[in-house]
């Protein structure tokens, strides 16, 4: 209501809203309110009621009762026999112990009395011997009888409640001595996920203290090739600590880390204590590889997800590329480029897409591309990377042009200033989904030739890497698409700029986990995701961290990719290009146009914003002043104190050398407090980031003057 008293008007809903809403009537009189009929209500008892058992309230819950009935009656003899066993091991011990008289010989060695108490344990050890044959001659003679006036069955009969009693007496119980065998050799998992063996587990890798133990929300049943449990962990035990120590339960549960994944349950059936576990029979990354699904389709579309690989429960995963960017990051001869050709080959296969492709290797890795790629770049030399950066120049200006363009766009062909499908395929339009495949990026980022832009001093490197960052950034609301793979996932190879606007990451094995958190993300390996655990066997397995942009519900999950050799890749080539031929959508270097549209270098270098990126300029930056700016990226301005041992331990330094150089740039080391992962707070030696920026503006400074 207004001050006036009237209402307010109602905002009318998004179409999207629309669409959610339905229609429905007010119910305000409790009369009208439909009764449960006499069935509806029995069955709503039965679903809730405690008395009743869970295996009857749902036919899943049913089936995994029979199946466990069954299990339980075809072990059923084995157990019986081995009970039987055990009970008559234990027994003999504990008759051996009786008439050995071991209770009273016991007590009297505690009182120090055994040489006085000699007689009393010779007459009590003779007479249980005589109770002993007693028993055993009743008991002959008792059988005698039995066989006598009943025959065979008597002794059957006998023998079968012998063997009951027996059975009974050596069932196994926790903690009851001789009862519970200790095999030597190595350890092995229960092959039917024992829950008390997941309870030891959790246990074992600290995850639960010993007075606390799991709550099966479903049981264990066999998925797959695999057992899979979800339990609900005790009050404030969290699913993303058994995340982060997937490494320690998998030891507790005595299988290869690759073959357990745990998975907290999101959504309304799930909360923060709920995980779900799987575990694998065998290792799910090794057989034969597998064969990309795009080859058995004649043409794509960019706007759905891309088939990339299947995880350990043999499920497909596919990544989404529009709206997003993709980084991939591996050591040489782990399938870095066959994992980033799946990605392309769908963009290939949808005759309406654009792609610029580099290969900063220079092999023939990326050769069959060349015929559908709108601009091409091959090599490592001084003309391949001044080609690779005015096609980004150009790519920038045509982002520029597309931002305007739409803005000129009806709201119903274009509602909110973002790329649509409809758009993409209007040839009149002019703004297809455009991608930019650039492999070994590290080539042309690393390059050090100067060159004046915007009036400053840069390398060619830094620029392109500024190009990149501006389309990463601002180029999936217009279509545009960018992969990076390298095989130098370093802090100095990939600009922090760059990577904190890169949406998915894909991290095969690497060196160490500061390779494997420049790819996936800060701190990733604190939380159960390290590529450097990755085994060198297993060629095309990574990582994979989607973006949540896309609707990924998951941190990150491990992926063997599809395989696509170069006969194949060279297939889906051609498909692209008779596709593109057939659309009328062959366009610049595919269709021997390489001539470049004119571009206003001002125009770029104001939308690259020359005062904030440009211009600051870390590779014109002494060192170590630029190497530690350069790692610590955004930070910069978020932390206010930097550990010493971070920084030598990051940048690879000398200790002296790096203290010394840091001085003479201004920076001198202080003593700050921190807090270490473990809580406890330290005493250490640092930087303070408020110096580190001052030492920057001052050697911008220095050399502005040395430019005058």
Same mark, same amino acid.
């Not at 001595?177 to 063996?197: A, F």
């Not at 739409?406 to 649509?420: A, G, N, V, Y």
């Given at each position: 209501?207004?001050?006036?008293? #009237?209402?307010?008007?109602?905002?009318?809903?998004?179409?999207?809203?629309?669409?959610?809403?339905?229609?429905?009537?007010?119910?305000?009189?409790?009369?009208?309110?439909?009764?449960?009929?006499?069935?509806?209500?029995?069955?709503?008892?039965?679903?809730?009621?405690?008395?009743?058992?869970?295996?009857?309230?749902?036919?899943?819950?049913?089936?995994?009762?029979?199946?466990?009935?069954?299990?339980?009656?075809?072990?059923?003899?084995? /157990?019986?026999?081995?009970?039987?066993?055990?009970?008559?091991?234990?027994?003999?011990?504990?008759?051996?112990?009786?008439?050995?008289?071991?209770?009273?010989?016991?007590?009297?060695?505690?009182?120090?009395?055994?040489?006085?108490?000699?007689?009393?344990?010779?007459?009590?050890?003779?007479?249980?011997?005589?109770?002993?044959?007693?028993?055993?001659?009743?008991?002959?003679?008792?059988?005698?009888?039995?066989?006598?006036?009943?025959?065979?069955?008597?002794?059957?009969?006998?023998?079968?409640?012998?063997? %009951?009693?027996?059975?009974?007496?050596?069932?196994?119980?926790?903690?009851?001595?001789?009862?519970?065998?200790?095999?030597?050799?190595?350890?092995?998992?229960?092959?039917?996920?024992?829950?008390?063996?997941?309870?030891?587990?959790?246990?074992?890798?600290?995850?639960?203290?010993?007075?606390?133990?799991?709550?099966?929300?479903?049981?264990?049943?066999?998925?797959?090739?695999?057992?899979?449990?979800?339990?609900?962990?005790?009050?404030?035990?969290?699913?993303?600590?058994?995340?982060?120590?997937?490494?320690?339960?998998?030891?507790?549960? %005595?299988?290869?880390?690759?073959?357990?994944? @745990?998975?907290?349950?999101?959504?309304?059936?799930?909360?923060?204590?709920?995980?779900?576990?799987?575990?694998?029979? %065998?290792?799910?990354?090794?057989?034969?590889?597998?064969?990309?699904?795009?080859?058995?389709?004649? $043409?794509?579309?960019?706007?759905?997800? @891309?088939?990339?690989?299947?995880?350990?429960?043999?499920?497909?995963?596919?990544?989404?590329?529009?709206?997003?960017?993709?980084?991939?990051?591996?050591?040489?001869?782990?399938?870095?480029?066959?994992?980033?050709?799946?990605?392309?080959?769908?963009?290939?296969?949808?005759?309406?897409?654009?792609?610029?492709?580099?290969?900063?290797?220079?092999?023939?890795?990326?050769?069959?591309?060349?015929?559908?790629?709108?601009?091409?770049?091959?090599?490592?030399?001084?003309?391949?990377?001044?080609?690779?950066?005015?096609?980004?120049?150009?790519?920038?200006?045509?982002?520029?042009?597309?931002?305007?363009?739409?803005?000129?766009?009806?709201?119903?062909?274009?509602?909110?200033?973002?790329?649509?499908?409809?758009?993409?395929?209007?040839?009149?339009?002019?703004?297809?989904?455009?991608?930019?495949?650039?492999?070994?990026?590290?080539?042309?980022?690393?390059?050090?030739?100067?060159?004046? @832009?915007?009036?400053?001093?840069?390398?060619?490197?830094?620029?392109?890497?500024?190009?990149?960052?501006?389309?990463?950034?601002?180029?999936?609301?217009?279509?545009?698409?960018?992969?990076?793979?390298?095989?130098?996932?370093?802090?100095?190879?990939?600009?922090?700029?760059?990577?904190?606007?890169?949406?998915?990451?894909?991290?095969?094995?690497?060196?160490?986990?500061?390779?494997?958190?420049?790819?996936?993300?800060? $701190?990733?390996?604190?939380?159960?995701?390290?590529?450097?655990?990755?085994?060198?066997?297993?060629?095309?397995?990574?990582?994979?961290?989607?973006?949540?942009?896309?609707?990924?519900?998951?941190?990150?999950?491990?992926?063997?990719?599809?395989?696509?050799?170069?006969? #194949?890749?060279?297939?889906?080539?051609?498909?692209? /290009?008779?596709?593109? #031929?057939?659309?009328?959508?062959?366009?610049?270097?595919?269709?021997?146009?390489?001539?470049?549209?004119?571009?206003?270098?001002?125009?770029?270098?104001?939308?690259?914003?020359?005062?904030?990126?440009?211009?600051?300029?870390?590779?014109?930056?002494?060192?170590?002043?630029?190497?530690?700016?350069?790692?610590?990226?955004?930070?910069?301005?978020?932390?206010?104190?930097?550990?010493?041992?971070?920084?030598?331990?990051?940048?690879?330094?000398?200790?002296?050398?790096?203290?010394?150089?840091?001085?003479?740039?201004?920076? $001198?080391?202080?003593?700050?407090?921190?807090?270490?992962?473990?809580?406890?707070? /330290?005493?250490?030696?640092?930087?303070?980031?408020?110096?580190?920026?001052?030492?920057?503006?001052?050697?911008?400074?220095?050399?502005?003057?040395?430019?005058?």
């Amino acid at each position: 209501m207004n001050e006036q008293g #009237e209402p307010l008007p109602v905002p009318r809903p998004s179409s999207e809203v629309e669409s959610a809403i339905f229609d429905a009537e007010l119910v305000d009189d409790a009369a009208s309110v439909p009764k449960l009929t006499r069935w509806q209500r029995f069955m709503n008892w039965w679903q809730r009621s405690p008395r009743v058992p869970t295996a009857l309230k749902s036919r899943k819950a049913a089936k995994q009762a029979l199946l466990d009935l069954l299990l339980f009656v075809v072990h059923l003899p084995w /157990r019986f026999v081995s009970a039987a066993g055990r009970g008559t091991v234990a027994a003999v011990r504990a008759w051996r112990r009786w008439v050995r008289v071991h209770d009273y010989r016991d007590a009297a060695e505690q009182s120090e009395k055994l040489v006085d108490k000699f007689i009393e344990i010779r007459e009590l050890t003779l007479f249980r011997w005589k109770v002993t044959g007693t028993a055993g001659l009743a008991s002959a003679a008792v059988l005698v009888v039995a066989y006598v006036l009943y025959g065979a069955p008597a002794l059957w009969a006998a023998g079968g409640l012998a063997a %009951a009693s027996l059975a009974i007496f050596g069932r196994r119980k926790e903690g009851s001595p001789g009862r519970k065998p200790v095999l030597s050799g190595p350890r092995s998992l229960t092959w039917t996920m024992d829950p008390q063996v997941l309870v030891e587990a959790f246990r074992d890798a600290k995850l639960i203290g010993k007075d606390e133990s799991l709550r099966l929300v479903e049981r264990a049943a066999h998925d797959g090739s695999g057992w899979a449990v979800t339990v609900d962990l005790p009050a404030t035990r969290k699913a993303a600590d058994v995340i982060k120590h997937r490494e320690a339960l998998a030891s507790a549960l %005595a299988v290869d880390e690759l073959q357990l994944i @745990i998975e907290r349950v999101r959504g309304c059936g799930g909360h923060a204590g709920r995980v779900f576990l799987w575990v694998a029979d %065998a290792d799910p990354y090794a057989g034969p590889p597998m064969r990309f699904p795009l080859l058995d389709v004649e $043409q794509w579309d960019a706007w759905r997800a @891309i088939p990339f690989g299947r995880d350990a429960r043999n499920r497909r995963v596919d990544l989404q590329l529009v709206w997003t960017s993709l980084l991939i990051g591996a050591i040489p001869r782990q399938g870095k480029t066959f994992s980033t050709r799946l990605p392309a080959a769908g963009l290939i296969l949808d005759p309406h897409a654009r792609l610029y492709v580099f290969d900063g290797k220079g092999g023939k890795d990326w050769e069959a591309a060349e015929a559908v790629a709108h601009r091409f770049v091959c090599g490592d030399e001084i003309e391949h990377v001044e080609a690779v950066r005015d096609h980004l120049v150009e790519l920038v200006a045509e982002v520029q042009s597309r931002y305007a363009r739409m803005s000129r766009l009806d709201d119903d062909i274009c509602p909110e200033s973002k790329i649509t499908p409809a758009i993409s395929r209007d040839t009149d339009l002019d703004m297809p989904i455009t991608a930019v495949v650039i492999d070994e990026v590290q080539v042309y980022l690393e390059n050090p030739a100067r060159e004046d @832009i915007g009036g400053k001093k840069s390398t060619i490197g830094a620029y392109i890497a500024d190009l990149l960052t501006y389309l990463t950034r601002k180029g999936p609301a217009v279509g545009i698409v960018v992969i990076l793979a390298t095989q130098r996932p370093d802090s100095n190879t990939i600009p922090s700029r760059l990577r904190a606007v890169l949406g998915s990451r894909f991290a095969l094995r690497v060196m160490d986990w500061r390779d494997s958190n420049i790819v996936l993300g800060e $701190q990733m390996n604190t939380r159960g995701f390290d590529a450097s655990t990755l085994l060198p066997s297993h060629k095309g397995v990574g990582i994979l961290r989607p973006d949540s942009e896309t609707g990924a519900d998951t941190i990150a999950t491990l992926v063997r990719t599809f395989f696509m050799p170069n006969p #194949e890749w060279r297939t889906i080539c051609g498909r692209g /290009r008779a596709l593109r #031929e057939a659309a009328g959508t062959l366009t610049g270097h595919a269709a021997g146009d390489d001539l470049q549209r004119a571009v206003d270098p001002t125009a770029v270098a104001k939308a690259l914003g020359s005062s904030s990126e440009v211009l600051d300029d870390r590779s014109a930056l002494p060192e170590p002043l630029s190497s530690v700016v350069d790692y610590l990226g955004d930070d910069i301005d978020r932390r206010d104190f930097v550990p010493t041992a971070e920084l030598i331990d990051a940048l690879d330094s000398e200790p002296t050398l790096f203290g010394r150089q840091m001085g003479e740039l201004g920076c $001198q080391p202080r003593r700050a407090r921190v807090a270490s992962e473990d809580g406890t707070v /330290r005493q250490v030696r640092g930087y303070y980031t408020a110096d580190l920026r001052k030492a920057v503006d001052e050697a911008h400074t220095a050399q502005e003057k040395e430019g005058e």
